[in-house]
């Protein structure tokens, strides 16, 4: 059993054996010293649980003692109880005073003392357990940063805890005049509110809940949450508001902090497409109040992406921020300037007087671009297309406005003579027109709006289907097919084509491999390849990979590539080396359209090609036109020369058919024998040519 230890400090050793008696009997050990030197020393050699002090001592005396004791660590909350003389008041008092616990009276009732010091113990004990709650509590809240408040009636004093006045650093826990005390720690902003608020829960006694900010005297705004309600037991008395208060500064921060990234570009820190046009819609809105004008700019960078993809896209993410900062620097603080996406930037100028205040104000942004740009070390020039609309000239809501300004920006790109252009209804139909399939193909691209078609290339002789070109459709639903022919070179001018051109290798790949152990497992699928694609450095390892990943023999696919890619001044130059690798691969390549181009003939003995493809110009007026005859002719005897294949494309009737095949041409492709159709119309037709000629 865990017996409680007392330090009896006492010079009468008579008094020390009596005391010694009265509690041995008891279970408690009793520790004994002669003077207060040794009561101290043995007070920190042994920590007792109590401490019995005579007053007068040698060396210290008891006041002294209680003192040190009071003041040590271990002896803050130490039950001292201290022993004086029968009226000795002044000993008494300075006695509590210096933190004794109690005192005895001598002389000393002895068959009492042990009940007496029991009880002194056990108070003692439950001191310290309630200590150690409360400290256990105030660390709670000190994590919660939750603090509390009590206030008595309007005029009353307002109680605070610890926590509370840390938290809103404040000089005391009591005031007077709570209410307005309390009120004066809100933020100017806030008081109204919260006053009335407080005034209503001692009138009627509802409990409130509220976020509000209090100004530090730092200056520093603290977020905190505050909740009360009036106590139930005052009715009759001043009514009492009792609640809590929690900082929620981090909380709101973060808060905030999510509101700022949803409406942000994380790169440049400017407004996104979401707040711009919140931003934008709110500018209208003014300007039709104050009967004046918008300006919204539509800025889009020039080759940003020949920047990106030559100089990496650490320096093109630098030079994003930077035009950013010299935009954010130009415009008058209640303009906007905002990123809504890739190089793409836009201006709201609010509340202008007329178009020649936007005119100036572009004047200055094209200025921003004559600076060379420093970055990474590397100084570059980069020019800018700006487009602009204004509201409400141009457009009534914030979609037409930003869809004419984009229009204008188109236009300015694709003119000879300016770097910007307003919006105007002439805009010319063809602009709008290639506009608006430029954007159309972007998003066909993220919705997968395309498909392939195939058409077949036919021995003329015996009707035997060697192969298809496969051949791009955009599916655009109800509204008119547009060609290829149309839409090809948009996307390669926007630079569209490279993710549309690996598109159409992945399908046209994965349909070999759909094809594999079927009648159609020898076709060949011929792909259409642009210069831009074939100019990408990355393009023939595309290609390997995805021939791999199928696991699709690199023989069965070819490649049509247009005569001009060949020109040898082709300012990109190096395209033997691009045809040589792909030709390492076992990919075939053919020459389409030839004949309209000016590939040099000696170069084709150079190059790695198979396949000469006649342009349809020429097929089309055959039989009739000699001199379309003739140019047949030489190029079926060209290639017979350099042991090339020759296809004629765009036969349509049997009369071509004829004269083709007795020219010798090797295999024809047209509408005779077939429109392009889907992979599934190609087996169908295979199977069909089996039944008919499979016999034979
Ligand atoms: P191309 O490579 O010369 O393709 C032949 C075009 O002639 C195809 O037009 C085809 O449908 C059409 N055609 C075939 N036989 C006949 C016929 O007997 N009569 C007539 N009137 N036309 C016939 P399409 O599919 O509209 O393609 C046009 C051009 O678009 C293609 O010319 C090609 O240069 C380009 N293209 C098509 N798909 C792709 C592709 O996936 N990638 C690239 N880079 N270009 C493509
Ligand atoms: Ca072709
Ligand atoms: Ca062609």
Known sequence: MNRKSILVVDDDEMTRLLIRQAL?????????????????????ELKPDLVLLDVD????????????????????????VMITGMDDRQSIEKAYRLGATDFMVKPINWSLIAHHLRYILRASSYFESLKKSERRLEHAQQIAKLGHWELDGTQGRLLLSRQFTKMCSLPGTQFEHGLDYLISLVHPADRLHVKSVLQQALLNGESFDLDVRVKLPNKCLLYVHLQGRRLESCTGSSP????????????????QRLIHIAHHDPLTDLPNRILFQQQLERSMQRAKRRNCKVGLLFIDLDRFKNINDSLGHEVGDALLCEVAVRLRGEVRNYDTVARLG??????ILDAIEHAQEAMSFIQRTMALFEQPFYLCNKMLYVEASIGISLYPDNGNNSEELLRNADMAMYQAKHSEQHQFSFYSEDLTEVTIRRWSLENGLRKALENNSFRLVYQPKVEPNTGHISGVEALLRWDRGDKPAVSPSEFIPIAEESGLIIPLGKWVIQQAVGQLWAWQGT????????????????HSDKFTDYLAAVLEQEGVSATLLEIEITEDYLVPNNREGNCQATLRKLSDLGIKMS?????????????LKNLPISTLKIDKSFVDHIPEDQQ????????????????????????????????LRRYGCDLVQGYFYSQPVSADKISELLELHALKYGAH
């Open 342 to 347: 890739g190089d793409e930037f836009a201006i």
């Open 57 to 80: 001592l040698p060396k210290l005396n008891g006041f002294e003692v209680c003192k040190i004791i009071r003041e040590s660590v271990q002896g803050q909350d130490l039950p001292v």
């Open 628 to 659: 379309d005859i003739a140019i047949i002719k030489s190029i079926i005897t060209l290639a017979k020369n350099l042991r090339l294949e020759v296809v004629a494309e765009g036969v349509e009737t049997a009369e071509q058919l004829a004269c």
């Open 591 to 603: 020459i389409d359209d030839f004949g309209t181009g000016y590939s040099c003939v000696s170069q």
């Open 240 to 255: 009492v508001l009792s609640g809590i208060i929690q900082d929620v500064t981090e909380l709101k921060k973060s808060q």
């Open 519 to 534: 009648a159609c497992a020898n076709l060949t699928i011929a792909v259409n390849v642009s210069g831009r694609q074939l």
């Open 24 to 44: 041995s009997a008891n279970t408690f050990r009793i520790i004994e010293a002669e003077d207060g030197a040794e009561g101290v020393a043995l007070f920190n």
